[in-house]
């Protein structure tokens, strides 16, 4: 499980601890549990990182929607990621604020 939280202004969920709300602002939120167990919604592999970026490539981006979550976006270890499209992920860290991603081993 992870924590996430809902926004009590707007209601969306957030891959997040503590407020404030990433979409509205607002301050009032509340801390939930949600699985660390989600489905690769889309994903690219960066070879070549913006020019301001201190990332080397390559390394793969994913939007993932978390079980009964957010969906949200993050990294995927394997560099060189080639899918499919709604295989199971699960959530491994949250590394500098994004989460990074692995192929699921088990069956749940
Ligand atoms: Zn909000």
Known sequence: ???IIECASCGRLSLRDAGPCPACGAAKVTAKQAADRGVLVSW????RPPKNSTET????????RLGDGPTVCGR?????????????????????????????????
Not at 44 to 47: E, K, Y
């Open 44 to 47: 690219t592999v960066i070879r």
């Open 1 to 3: 499980m992870t924590t």
């Open 57 to 64: 490539g390559p390394y793969t981006v994913a939007v993932v």
């Open 76 to 108: 995927i270890k394997n560099a060189e990621f080639a899918g499919p499209v709604g295989v199971a992920l699960d959530l491994r860290a949250i590394e500098n604020g994004v989460p990074v991603f692995e192929p699921a081993r088990t069956v749940r």
